[in-house]
């Protein structure tokens, strides 16, 4: 299986954490790949066009052996999980998984609005717009605030815990320097339970597998187009 995604580790994937989980961590091959464009259209860091396998041209995506292509992070990590006969971390029915998928959406929308945040700080100062930080701060907090109430109640791991633990590490430590309405935002600050929560998971083997750790294979284009290229001609021989 292909894995294409942004291999910038200063926060948690939850693609790698529940490959990991579910024992696929060394049939995963990782493909680097960078899908910011710039405000004219271009690629920020070269040519990593997702588009012929992804109409969406984001990441995660991921490719299966048959030339199958999932994307959206929800259903790779779902079909991941699929894979494992035990403990899976989509629990299989009732209000525990209702639970689970509500924290799921938590953590993603966290996720996205972070990623939003960060893009709107590539702009310069006098273009940022204060409205977007006025809209989604807000969501920001409430978000932290529930997390910090489910967090005391000494929770399992499961896919909910998985997708709050990568929107949660997204916004930093000490969050970005430009925000203009909450820089160097602290999420830790009043927060001991999720902050406890948080310290504890990061010590997960599936975590520790790629959090702060540098990617240190290929990263060029070339690496990259190679492996749309493999699953695209997959796809023409089946
Ligand atoms: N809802 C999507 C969001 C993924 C996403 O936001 N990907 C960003 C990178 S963090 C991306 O590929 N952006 C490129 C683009 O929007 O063209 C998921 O969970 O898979």
Redesign the pocket.
């Known amino acids: 299986m292909r894995l294409f995604y942004?291999p910038f580790h200063s926060f948690v994937h939850k693609t790698l954490v529940v490959a990991h989980e579910a024992g696929l961590w060394e049939t995963l091959t990782r493909v680097p790949?960078f899908?910011?464009?710039d405000l004219n259209g271009r690629f920020v860091t070269g040519q990593y066009d997702?588009s012929k396998l992804a109409p969406?041209?984001?990441?995660?995506c991921l490719a299966l052996e048959d030339g199958t292509v999932l994307?959206?992070?929800?259903t790779?990590v779902e079909f991941l999980d699929a894979q494992r006969v035990t403990n899976r971390l989509y629990p299989p029915d009732g209000a525990k998984r209702w639970d689970a998928l509500r924290r799921l959406a938590l953590g993603?929308t966290l996720?996205?609005c972070a990623?939003q945040l960060s893009m709107e700080a590539w702009l310069p100062e006098e273009a940022r717009r204060r409205t977007l930080y006025e809209w989604v701060w807000p969501k920001i907090v409430a978000t932290l605030d529930e997390a910090e109430r489910w967090a005391a109640t000494n929770p399992d791991f499961d896919i909910g815990s998985a997708g709050l633990l990568q929107g949660v590490s997204y916004l930093g430590e000490e969050g970005s320097t430009e925000d203009l309405l909450h820089p160097r935002y602290r999420w830790r600050d009043g927060r001991p339970a999720l902050s406890d929560w948080y310290d504890a998971v990061i010590q997960r083997p599936s975590v520790q597998t790629h959090l702060n750790i540098d990617y240190d294979g290929e990263m060029s284009p070339e690496n990259h187009q190679r492996h749309v290229q493999a699953v695209l001609d997959i796809r023409k021989n089946r």
Request: charged fraction near 20%; proline fraction near 10%; hydrophobic fraction near 35%.
């Open positions: 942004s790949t899908p910011f464009r997702m969406l041209g984001k990441v995660p994307y959206g992070s929800q790779i993603d996720f996205e990623v």
